[in-house]
């Protein structure tokens, strides 16, 4: 059944597909409603949110809502119309009632079969059955010009004309619509006759009347049952023109001969114009006969016409019996009645004299008034500002510039410019696209690498990074001058296959990349207009829902023209005309623009090395888009006779309220045009630090650090800008944009410092400013450029580069006396000076009327954030705060954000969201409009803050201890969880696409993210803050609960379930943590860290469960104990497995993790009945059944059954575990509080992070006691079990690996370590090389001899190097693997030895450049791709000036003539001083060496040998004779203290 006679609730999926088809609603969206079983009663509650959870654009939504809610409107008149008096007329009565005269313009012709204007009592009987329902404001359409022969001019299907009309002043024409449709589909004859019908006899009334005319075919002329509107423009399809020309030669058959030639110049030719439709195909046109009775013509005459009609039985055509004078009578062409055909004619006369006086009056000239374009342009593009500052981006789509308009588009060159959709395939040779890029860098796309470039997979922060640093110009149609395939194409060929990828660009850019109301889409039509053009404005039209953003520049009024006809198929003509500039000409445009816009186009300098200035031109800028450049003459470009001293305060105001400092208050602060910016006393510290590096005091290096460590709030941003604006004039200086990679960031340095400079040797020093930075992201970048300038080779006295680097720190103090030579820590606290300062500057500010809550965090800093004045001042600004509206409840979550996640912000976007500020808003100033939404309190609280990179707004609290202020005195009795919940349950700050990645960051770091002292937190936290806060204030069981809810907003992110696990675990839930680590491990299998929380989760479980545990244990309780601990080493051994997959990480916990969790185990496993003690005290029983194949007591031989193998393998996977940690401690320096008192240690589970070491040791031993037994050794006569409890034993003694071993070397009793290690050594055979002992065991007795070495030189337990070096021949003769400390050793023993290699051995050699080959490689393996290990190389052992091994000198025992703390003595290695000291000097052996092409070398017994610097950059460039000291180290040979040798007479052998 028709749709249209159901009522829209009795509708099923497929009448509301058919409605949705008549709507005009995209076809994928029709498929996507039909798919979704909508039928009318969905249709009837659809809403926004359903339509965009189906993908649905705004514009289609805003249509479709409008289309639901019009149908429902008219269901709901039409029920009304069927409830209504029967007294209504029937539809002939309708029909043939009277016309009021004063109504002529609604009145029909008789010759139709329907009216137009139908009563309203009549439309409601049918308004459910129309296509178009009547109450529907379609949109009003303007008709051809009179007489105009305009191809470009064009209808748009379902428009409206207005209605018919009658005479009016004999020159504006009066319309006749015929709606064509049934004729236009009959054969040739039967068309021509209907078609010369109806002209004749409209052109005969026309020209009886003396009135011009218009006769329109395809034009609704009735509305009756057929569902369309009167007047609505439908069109017909024209098969064949000749027909409609050739009709009228009905002409000389119908008039009068000598009325013939008359009639024919009256009545034009019929014009064909298209009728375009956006979504179908189908050519249609509206066929219009114009009819122009001239007086010179028709003078004294009348006209009476036969009509042809066709004969349906003889097919043919024949004129009618009787001639008829038809005149024009409203709307209508009737024939003048016989009664009244004498006076008609009488009237003649009449007519004609009101003809000539109306052709008279036409022809004055009428000037039309000129509009004020140069007002509505500057209000166009500056979104109703009167001047142009950077807060919008421009979108420019244009076509050919030809050369002559190439000098008038100048304001282009200082425009904001996104992007360019260029549709000139010459642009780049002879274009626009030819000047633009000689003032501008860019980057040149085809529209499919476009699309693809703003979805690249980058990080969230770098996703559309490319696309902001320089403007992106898009060649739509191929370039002429492109070697590749890339080629123009015809209209048709672009629409079939490019079209899609215009529409991919622009959706993607207004969805995701640019904000609304952020950018203005500028339409420059400088040459005649083409369908792609078109079809531009149409997609960008529809993702921006409207006109609002949108502008067109058109100098040519002809060019404009065929746009705006071609255009009118999304918007009329008349909204057009109000968003375009048209008929002003180009070199006006580019004056007026120029005028509005802020600053001049004057150079920009930086100083150079002669102590003058070279010009920075803006495309060079450009190129160096990682960094923002401070120029000598910074801000100097500004007009500042136009900035206005509200906006100057303005400017003032907002440093002072909170927002980070621009160069502009330094600028206006020199020019006096606002206060002068106090200096801190940490500035001018900062300020020496930086002429000390600057004078080359302490080490050289090629790449300096100076460090701000500042409080959040306390100025420390602006203490590091105040250095750069000081030293803008001698220094090169800029801030770094941390969004860009390292290698991106040291091309552009490079790149800045070089700049116009004759001799790179003699460059200034480049000052970087890097800001809330990531270490690794530092450590990588100083690398780079280390790297970059060692291939300079070139020694310069002072520092390439000197990184400044800013970060906020709650313990700025801590980091400073950590690193003093080099950190200047800015806190809350003010000096006496600084208090001076501060309160002069606030009276000053006073004095201005500036209003103390308009500079907040100033006043605050005047106070030093004092807690008590922080509480009464928040408590002051929200006294009468509405607690229920919604700007207070954003003012809250930005607050619960700001305070427990650093740095975090809400983008404007997201705000307007929130407070519903849709985009259908009226055109306001975007800043002002959100403003004007808050309330006093919450505009005081908030600063709007600029993202650096793509410039978006956004919002947060001046300052965290406000942040949390407002939480306590806001929260009422709401605890802050549910403060959470709430916040997580609101749709419109989820759905918002803008900065959306930067705001679930900022949610995820809210719950997840832990607080750690190495990134200056105040403490170690296991949890976030908030979470933590969550289980102290409340209870543990709403940090669940949040976090729960959180896991399911945020798509089941399986590292929330990972914090669920721990959270569970922590509070003793170990069956909830055991459920939440498997989900998280199912969502993300080969993730290392999730694996250990898994393996946390059991290990956790099992040391409860064995506290809890009682003499009444059943055997199954225990099975299940050690059940769970089993699962618990599976876990941590599937986490090691995921690890060494992981290449960017170096997570080593899994192997922790299996030995505490072991050690646990076998420590449960000693208090059990069956196995007992022996009288010596030892697990003898234990020892037989874990470490032989055979024997299991009878006890658990069945209630053990599963749990046998497993336990048997107990000891070799942790053997294995133990190996590792050994090894991998032994490439890296990680004892960080190694020398702090015992009182000072922290608890267990820390000592493996700070001192793994110690906790290694004290794991060995654990491990050793259970499986050593004198008893077992004696009733055995295996071998194995002989070597295994030597092995143990050693273990046991504090040995058993490398770094056990070397551990000894740290101890303050170096006696008692000796000792230690004599005893060791009596544990292994007396004759290692007979009786081969395992590799590992070895490697061990061998580095024992080398550290009780050190320790002792004079034990009787050593043996001769030579003995040493024997015994490690296995190393480099047999095949196989050998550990790292295999081939340490080979470096150790084979280095030449003046007592023992007299005589050169090329053999040697050999084995030491085998031996550091594979440690490289070993060592490439082990570092992966983890950048923050690359600082922290291990050098245990250093060249001494003995013989033997009395030659090699153990670290610690230099770190013992250091005198200081343990802060100090870093300090002194860090910069190299600890190589003035004399007693250091005394013991090592400085040996020669070469350098070529920075490439560092030194003479083995015959050979060279590869050596690496400490510092790259200590290496001279060049070929260079060098001296330094000589390290060991598990990645090679290190050379410390380079120097260039000077006394040439000095020998470069290793002897001297």
């Not at 809610?69 to 539809?91: F, H, I, M």
């Not at 004039?729 to 116009?756: G, N």
């Not at 089993?1126 to 916990?1149: G, T």
């Not at 000796?1314 to 007396?1326: M, W």
């Amino acid at each position: 059944m028709d749709y249209r006679t159901l009522p829209v609730n009795k509708w099923d999926e497929n009448h509301v597909q058919c409605w949705l088809e008549s709507t005009g609603i995209k076809k994928e969206y029709i498929e996507k409603l039909h798919a979704e079983e909508v039928t009318g009663p969905a249709l009837m509650e659809l809403d926004d949110s359903f339509l965009k959870g189906i993908g649905m654009k705004g514009g289609q939504i805003h249509m479709l809502m409008r289309k639901r809610n019009e149908l429902l409107q008219l269901q709901e008149k039409a029920q009304q119309g069927k409830n209504s008096s029967s007294k209504a007329p029937d539809r002939t009565k309708a029909r043939t009632e009277p016309v009021s005269s004063t109504d002529a313009a609604t009145q029909d012709t008789p010759s139709r079969d329907h009216r137009a204007a139908a009563s309203s009592k009549k439309q409601g009987r049918r308004s459910s059955q129309l296509k178009h329902g009547d109450d529907e404001a379609l949109e009003l359409s303007n008709c051809r010009p009179f007489k105009s022969q305009d191809t470009c001019f064009k209808y748009v299907k379902d428009r409206v004309l207005a209605p018919e009309s009658g005479v009016n002043d004999l020159i504006a024409p009066c319309h006749e619509y015929k709606s064509f449709a049934t004729a236009a589909e009959l054969n040739k004859n039967q068309l021509k006759s209907k078609f010369a019908c109806e002209v004749i006899r409209f052109a005969s009334a026309c020209m009886n009347i003396r009135t011009n005319g218009t006769i329109h075919f395809g034009i609704m002329d009735s509305v009756e049952d057929k569902g369309y509107k009167h007047g609505q423009i439908v069109g017909i399809k024209v098969k064949e023109r000749e027909c409609y020309v050739d009709a009228l030669d009905h002409i000389e058959k119908c008039f009068q001969e000598n009325k013939q030639e008359i009639a024919r110049k009256c009545i034009h030719p019929p014009v064909f114009v298209e009728v375009i439709s956006k979504d179908s195909q189908d050519q249609r046109f509206v066929v219009e006969v114009d009819i122009e009775p001239t007086s010179s013509l028709v003078k004294n005459s009348f006209f009476e016409v036969c009509l042809p009609k066709y004969n349906e039985e003889s097919q043919k055509v024949t004129l009618t019996k009787e001639k008829a004078i038809y005149q024009r009578l409203g709307a209508k062409s009737e024939p003048v009645k016989p009664n009244n055909l004498a006076t008609f004619i009488q009237g003649i006369q009449d007519r004609d004299a009101q003809r000539e006086r109306a052709e008279l009056s036409s022809t004055e000239v009428h000037t039309e008034a000129s509009q004020n374009l140069g007002r509505k342009l500057a209000i166009l593009l500056n979104d109703g500002k009167s001047y142009m500052d950077d807060s919008l981006r421009y979108i420019l789509v244009t076509n050919r510039c030809e050369k002559d308009n190439l000098t008038c588009i100048n304001f282009l060159m200082r425009l904001n410019i996104f992007c360019v959709f260029d549709f000139d395939e010459h642009s780049n040779v002879s274009g626009l696209y030819s000047k633009y890029k000689e003032h501008h860098a860019t980057r040149s796309y085809f529209l499919q690498d476009f699309s693809n470039e703003s979805k690249t997979g980058n990080p969230p922060s770098q996703k559309h990074l490319c696309l902001f640093d320089q403007p992106s110009w898009v060649f739509c149609n191929g370039r002429s001058d492109f070697l590749g395939d890339e080629k123009p194409c015809d209209e048709n060929t672009w629409i079939r296959t490019k079209k899609k990828y215009l529409k991919k660009a622009i959706t993607r850019i207004c969805d995701e990349i640019l904000p609304k109301r952020s950018f203005i889409v500028l339409f420059l039509l400088l040459s005649p207009v083409q369908k792609p053009l078109v079809d531009t404005f149409q997609e960008f039209y529809t993702e921006m829902n409207g006109t609002e953003y949108i502008v067109c520049i058109a100098e040519s009024k002809e060019i404009y023209g065929k746009w705006a006809n071609l255009a009118q198929a999304s918007c009329s003509i008349e909204t057009l005309e109000q968003c375009s500039i048209v008929g002003m000409k180009l070199s006006h445009v580019d004056a007026t623009i120029r005028a509005m816009l802020p600053s001049t186009a004057q150079p920009r300098h930086l100083p150079v090395s002669t102590r003058g200035l070279c010009t920075l031109p803006l495309l060079e800028e450009e190129k160096l888009f990682s960094l923002e450049i401070l120029c000598v003459d910074q801000c100097d470009d500004i007009k500042l006779d136009l900035l206005t001293e509200k906006e100057i305060q303005e400017i003032e105001q907002n440093f002072y309220k909170g927002r980070k400092i621009i160069w502009e208050n330094f600028w206006l602060a020199e020019k006096r045009r606002c206060g002068e910016i106090i200096e801190r006393e940490a500035c001018k510290d900062a300020s020496k630090l930086l002429d000390d590096i600057l004078r080359g005091s302490g080490l050289n290096y090629s790449v300096a650090k100076l460090k701000v460590f500042h409080h959040p709030g306390s100025g420390g941003s602006t203490i590091a800008r105040q250095v750069l604006w000081k030293r803008r004039k001698d220094l090169r200086c800029a801030v770094i944009k941390t969004s860009y990679s390292p290698a991106t960031v040291c091309e552009h340095a490079l790149a800045f410092r070089d700049y116009d400079e004759k001799e790179i040797s003699h460059c200034l020093p480049v000052l970087l400013l890097i800001e809330d930075y990531d270490e690794d992201y530092l450590e990588e970048l100083r690398n780079e450029l280390m790297d970059a300038v060692a291939t300079r080779k070139i020694n310069s006295p002072r520092p390439y580069f000197i990184l400044m680097c800013c970060r906020r720190s709650n313990d700025p103090e801590r980091l400073c006396k950590a690193s003093p030579l080099d950190t200047v820590a800015v806190t809350h606290k003010l000096t006496d000076s600084e208090k001076s300062l501060f309160r002069t500057k606030l009276e000053k500010l006073k004095q201005k009327d500036v209003k103390p809550e308009f500079i907040l965090t100033f006043v605050l800093m005047c106070e030093e954030f004092n807690e008590t004045y922080v509480r009464d001042f928040v408590g002051h600004i929200l006294l009468d705060i509405d607690r229920s509206s919604r700007d207070t409840c954003l003012m809250r979550y930005v607050a619960l954000l700001n305070f427990y996640v650093p740095n975090s912000y809400i983008s404007l976007s997201h705000c307007e969201a929130f407070l519903g500020l849709g985009a259908y808003a009226e055109r306001k100033l975007r800043a002002y409009d959100f403003k004007s939404h808050l309330s006093e309190q919450v505009r005081m609280i908030f600063i709007e803050l600029r993202e650096s990179t793509t410039y978006i707004s956004s919002v947060r609290i001046i300052h965290c201890l406000v942040a949390k202020e407002i939480l306590y005195q806001l929260s009422g009795n709401e605890p802050q969880s549910q403060l959470a919940m709430t916040l997580l349950q609101e749709k419109p700050l989820f759905e918002n696409r803008f900065g959306r990645e930067e705001f679930i960051k900022f949610i995820r770091d809210l719950f997840i993210r832990r607080d750690k002292r190495s990134r200056g937190d105040a403490t170690d936290t296991l949890f976030s803050p908030f979470i933590e806060h969550v289980c102290k204030a409340e209870d543990c069981e709403k940090a669940i609960a949040v976090l729960k809810a959180a896991y399911e907003l945020l798509g089941k992110d399986p590292f929330f379930a990972q914090q669920l696990a721990r959270l569970h675990y922590k509070n003793e839930k170990f069956e909830d943590a055991e459920h939440w680590a498997g989900v998280a491990k199912a969502r993300m299998p080969n993730d290392s860290y999730i694996l250990d929380t898994e393996g946390q989760v059991y290990r956790k479980w099992f040391s409860f469960t064995v506290d809890k545990m009682t003499q009444e244990d059943s055997p199954q309780s225990i099975t299940q104990k050690i059940e769970i601990a089993l699962k618990a080493m599976k876990c941590f051994r599937a986490a090691q497995q995921a690890a060494k997959a992981e290449y960017d990480s170096m997570n080593n916990a899994g192997y922790f993790g299996e030995v505490e969790v072991g050690c646990r185990l076998l420590r449960f496993l000693s208090t059990l009945d069956v196995f007992h003690r022996n009288p010596q005290g030892e697990y003898s029983e234990l020892v037989k059944y874990l470490i032989t194949d055979y024997y299991i007591p009878k006890d658990i031989e069945r209630t053990w059954t599963n749990l046998h193998s497993r336990l048997k393998g107990l000891r070799q996977n942790l053997y294995n575990a133990l190996e590792w940690i050994s090894e991998d401690l032994s490439y890296f320096q990680t004892d960080k509080n190694q020398e702090k008192d015992e009182e000072d240690e922290r608890d267990e589970k820390e000592e493996q992070i700070y001192n793994p070491r110690k906790w290694l040791k004290r794991q060995s031993e654990v491990y050793a006691k259970f499986f050593i037994s004198t008893s077992l050794m004696g009733d055995s006569n295996s071998a194995l079990d002989t070597q295994l409890m030597r092995r143990m034993n050693i273990y046991k003694s504090g040995g058993g690996n490398v770094t056990n071993i070397l551990s000894f070397l740290t101890d303050k009793k170096e006696a008692r370590s000796a000792e230690k290690l004599e005893n060791i050594l009596s544990f292994y055979t007396e004759n290692p090389l007979r009786d081969r002992l395992e590799d590992n065991d070895l490697i061990n007795y061998i580095l024992c001899h080398i550290t009780l070495s050190c320790l002792a030189p004079g034990s009787a337990k050593l043996v001769s190097v030579q003995a040493l070096r024997e015994l490690s021949a296995r190393f480099f003769k047999a095949k196989g693997p050998f550990p790292a400390s295999a081939h340490f050793l080979l470096t150790l023993l084979y280095w030449p030895d003046e007592a023992l290699d007299k005589e050169p051995n090329p053999d040697k050699d050999k084995i030491l450049n085998s031996a550091l080959q594979t440690m490289k490689r070993l060592y490439d393996i082990k570092m992966k791709d983890v950048p923050t290990r690359k600082k922290r190389i291990y050098t245990p052992f250093f060249l001494g000036k003995g013989y033997g091994l009395a030659k090699i000198v153990h670290k610690n025992k230099i770190d013992k003539l250091i005198s200081g703390s343990l802060d100090e003595k870093r300090m002194k290695w860090l910069h190299g001083t600890v190589w003035n000291i004399a007693k250091i000097r005394d013991i090592l052996k400085r040996v020669s060496g070469w350098t070529k092409d920075r490439d560092l070398f030194i003479r083995g017994h015959m050979k060279e040998l590869p050596i690496l610097p400490l510092h790259r950059d200590s290496v001279p460039p060049g070929n260079e004779n060098v001296t330094f000291y000589l390290g060991f180290s598990f990645k090679g040979l290190v050379a410390f203290n380079i120097q260039v040798e000077n006394n040439a007479a000095i020998s470069r052998t290793q002897g001297i």
